[in-house]
């Protein structure tokens, strides 16, 4: 069963990439959704098939895997060149969302010892992606039982805003917004449709293996024991730092492969939630990411209409940050515009690089408001 369980982790996403390729209906939301809802169901309908142990695993080294490879291809000088107004939204993202954790985990803090943890985890699901919340969660090594609450209450939540996003964010928020200006038929390419072959797959896998590996091993050197944190760190700093090497930043395979990782992630961590007990046991967490995601959105685009940022680039960047570069090719369909898929790209790896930075440093600032 534990070997059956593996592999149904490790093909589901295949499946959900081919038939996102024949069908417009589930290219419409993508493969992280299918994904995420593929581990939902397994948990709702055949949870004796589930072997949590497992599932933690598979996790913990998808998340390992995961951030070094996605990184790689991240070019900092490109993202430094582009337009101003994609930087400002990006940062606008991010400050928004650090502004509103630490407000709502000083208000809503009760009697919760671990507020300050759940506030440093949204600022890095919220700002990067759900690999930082995971990575974030393990460092601070938070209770299993309130990381599985809070991350199900983030799937629910941030579904709901996707779903606002894809049916009618643009025509909203074009009453506030200027248009996009500039042709957006056009889209550079990011790693799609090139032929990538196997010695390339196996260069970027052993490089993130090399990470992974010296992360672990720089960690019990200095700290003689495994301190998630440091290891956490260490493997995004790694993951950024060989990126400005141009032969391992054009190997389009690194992020191909995060990618596929990301989907195996997304089904296990789909796997862990439980719907029922969150809403009904955990009303406080429910709140609590509700209201820190909601005026976290607010406060961007309050911020775009301030400085004049087009309705596309606030939307796609806030995406970007929001749930990562697997939502921003979607997303740029909806809004018909194809030129802005590689600067939402960039910003979403941007925020996988800068995500668990920020996370563990607004946790630790929430940790002192809260004393």
């Known amino acids: 069963m ?54 933690n695993r ?53 009697n919760d010892s671990e507020t300050w943890k759940m506030g440093g985890m949204l600022v890095g699901v919220y700002s990067g992606g759900t690999v930082n919340m995971s990575a974030i969660g393990k460092s601070l090594e938070i209770s299993e039982e309130k990381f599985l609450l809070l991350n199900t209450a983030d799937i629910i939540i941030s579904s709901l805003y996707m779903f606002f996003v894809l049916m009618v964010a643009k025509r909203f928020l074009a009453l506030f917004l200027p248009q996009f200006q500039g042709e957006k038929g056009e889209e550079t390419e990011f790693c799609e449709n090139l032929n990538i072959n196997k010695r390339e797959y196996g260069v970027a896998f052993g490089l993130a293996l090399l990470v992974c590996g010296l992360s672990v091993g720089l960690t019990m050197l ?50 862990l939630c439980d719907l029922n007990q969150t809403i009904s046991n955990a009303p406080h967490i429910f709140l609590f990411v509700s209201v820190t995601l909601v005026v976290a959105i607010v406060l961007h685009f309050i911020g775009a209409w301030l400085f004049k940022i087009d309705v596309d680039t606030a939307l796609i960047t806030n995406v970007a940050a929001v749930y990562g570069p697997a939502f921003v090719g979607p997303v740029a369909r909806v809004l018909g515009n194809r030129q802005i898929v590689v600067s939402g790209l960039t910003c979403g790896l941007m925020g996988y690089a800068v995500g668990n930075y920020l996370g563990l440093g607004m946790a630790q600032l929430i940790r002192l408001l809260l004393q």
Do not use: H
């Open 2 to 55: 534990i070997i059956l369980q593996i592999a149904t982790f490790l093909l589901l996403p295949a499946l959900f990439i081919m038939g996102e390729r024949r069908f417009k209906w589930m290219a419409f939301f993508g493969t992280v959704v299918w994904s995420y809802l593929a581990g939902i169901l397994m948990a709702m309908l055949i949870p004796n098939f589930l072997n949590s142990e497992v599932t």
């Open 58 to 110: 598979i996790v913990e080294v998808s998340v390992l895997l995961a951030v070094p490879l996605l990184l790689f291809s991240l070019d900092v000088r490109a993202w430094l060149s582009n337009t101003r107004t994609t930087i400002i939204s990006f940062v606008l993202s991010l400050l928004s969302i650090s502004i509103s954790a630490a407000v709502f985990s000083f208000i809503l803090r009760g």
């Open 222 to 271: 200095f700290m003689q024991k495994m301190f998630a944190p440091l290891i956490l760190l260490l493997s995004t700093s790694l993951g950024i730092g060989f990126s400005f090497n141009s032969k391992i930043r054009e190997n389009k395979a690194s992020y191909k492969m995060g990618e596929y990782i990301l989907y195996i992630f997304c089904v296990g961590l789909g796997s």
